[in-house]
């Protein structure tokens, strides 16, 4: 269905498809592109030599706030989202509902392009205030299937409930007639409707980082997560992983066979001058950035302007498996390990959909293979790997209750 050119079949795959991320990463023979080595490694608030000469003042404006934002219109845009209670506003659901699902109009791919909360959130201090805490952040358009599993990682007692936040943002067209509850109760951001194959996915994950930052300054790491992901460990192991290595963990992967098409897609016309074909890069959807990477991100006004435009042809269009891995390859390159914390399982997929783990197949043995595979790391072979696998997807939804029965027993005992 990906790759048909019927337009039918194309505005279903629109309609229907859940926002899961599609990233080949099969072992594909290295094409013959030249790579140029990744030499970059400036400091973080001085993006890589662009408009440097033809505008000295730009740099600065590039990732600092901006200067005509006055302090006052600044707090109170932060006073505002943190007593803004979190939670679906039934209001804002039957506007977006207004939205035209067929065609996407360009203002929703626009959106929020100078909203305030992003003016706000790329003030925030970029050092996280302590104890340091992990933002778990589910980007979702239907109730989390493992919610039940979820709510019992989250309570584990070993844990500080004080070392976490929970947000989720949830695709206002589509119905939740389980409401979200219990760890997840008033905490889902005030979201907008996410298409595949659109920037919507990536502007639904940098609007949960700028939520995140804002909300909470001890958040540390954000973490995102699909409502088709399980934990691989316990809560407080995933902790420590994630922040022991103070680095973001976002697969960068530069000598893909589908990066001319991914960055064909974009249209070279937008990509061009800043984005060559040797700086684009493809990476899972799935990541867990550092606070100063996250803010980092919020403050982009370079790439994401790039990136948030449709695509020119739809059927290679995963911008939010190009955005991340390009910016942070780009950017701080030292500052990321380039691999993936989510487990999947693409071996001998082709449809672009990996692995989905059936209820009759989840057991003890499942999760050890999960935490002991050693797939590719980066660029590089899974040898290289140190980090263990934290999360896994994609399961079933009917595999919860198995997955419950060894929660306890095996997924939370390390
Ligand atoms: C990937 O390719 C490399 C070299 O092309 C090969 O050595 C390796 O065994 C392959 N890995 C898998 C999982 O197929
Ligand atoms: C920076 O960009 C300018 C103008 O585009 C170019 O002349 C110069 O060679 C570039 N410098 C580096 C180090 O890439
Ligand atoms: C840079 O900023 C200064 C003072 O804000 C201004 O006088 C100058 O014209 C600006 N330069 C450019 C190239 O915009
Ligand atoms: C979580 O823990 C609290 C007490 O710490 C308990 O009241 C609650 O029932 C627990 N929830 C679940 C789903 O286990
Ligand atoms: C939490 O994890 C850390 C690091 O993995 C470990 O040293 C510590 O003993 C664990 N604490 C508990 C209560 O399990
Ligand atoms: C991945 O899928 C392949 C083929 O379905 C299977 O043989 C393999 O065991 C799976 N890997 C893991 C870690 O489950």
Request: aromatic share 10%; with cysteine.
């Amino acid at each position: 269905m990906l790759l048909s050119p019927n337009p039918l079949s194309l505005l279903c795959a629109l309609l229907l498809c859940l926002p899961l991320a599609i990233v080949f990463t099969t072992n594909t023979t290295h094409t013959t592109t030249t790579t140029t080595p990744i030499i970059l490694d400036i400091p973080m608030p001085l993006p890589k030599n662009i408009s440097i000469h033809e505008n000295p003042n730009k740099t600065s404006s590039l990732l600092s706030p901006s200067l005509n934002i006055q302090d006052d219109e600044l707090h109170k845009v932060i006073t505002r989202e943190k007593r803004r209670p979190i939670g679906p506003n039934k209001k804002s659901l039957l506007t977006s509902l207004s939205v035209p699902l067929s065609s996407p109009s360009p203002s929703l791919w626009q959106e929020n392009r100078h909203d305030a909360l992003f003016k706000a959130a790329m003030r925030v201090n970029a050092k996280p205030t302590r104890p340091k805490k992990v933002a778990f952040m589910f980007l979702t358009n239907k109730p989390l299937p493992f919610a039940p599993l979820w709510e019992s990682y989250f309570n584990q007692t070993t844990t500080s409930k004080n070392l976490f936040n929970i947000y989720v943002h949830a695709d206002p067209t589509f119905p939740y007639h389980a409401p979200f509850s219990g760890v997840f109760f008033n905490r889902v951001i005030r979201s907008q409707p996410t298409r595949r194959f659109s920037p919507t996915l990536t502007a639904a994950a940098r609007r949960l980082l700028a939520h995140a930052l804002l909300d909470d300054t001890s958040n540390s790491v954000f973490v995102l997560l699909s409502p088709s992901c399980i934990p691989l460990h316990s809560l407080n192991f995933t902790y420590h992983a994630l922040l022991r290595r103070g680095k973001s963990f976002v697969e960068i992967l530069a000598n893909e066979a589908v990066a001319y098409d991914r960055w064909a897609a974009r249209g070279p016309h937008v990509m061009l001058p800043e984005v060559r074909l040797e700086e684009f890069r493809v990476g899972s959807q799935f990541w867990a950035l550092t606070r100063r990477h996250a803010r980092l991100v919020v403050s982009d006004r370079v790439l994401w302007p790039k990136f948030n435009v449709p695509c020119v042809r739809f059927d290679t269009c995963y911008p939010e498996e190009n955005y991340f891995p390009t910016l942070l390859s780009m950017w701080d390159p030292q500052g990321c390990v380039p691999a993936t914390l989510t487990h999947v399982n693409w071996t001998g997929r082709v449809d672009g959909h990996p692995r989905t783990y059936e209820a009759w197949e989840v057991g003890p043995e499942l999760i050890r293979r999960m935490r002991e595979d050693r797939p590719r790391y980066g660029d590089g072979n899974g040898d290289g790997r140190r980090d263990p696998f934290l999360f896994a997807r994609k399961f079933a939804a009917d595999a919860l209750e198995a997955l419950m029965r060894i929660s306890n027993g095996v997924i939370f005992r390390d």
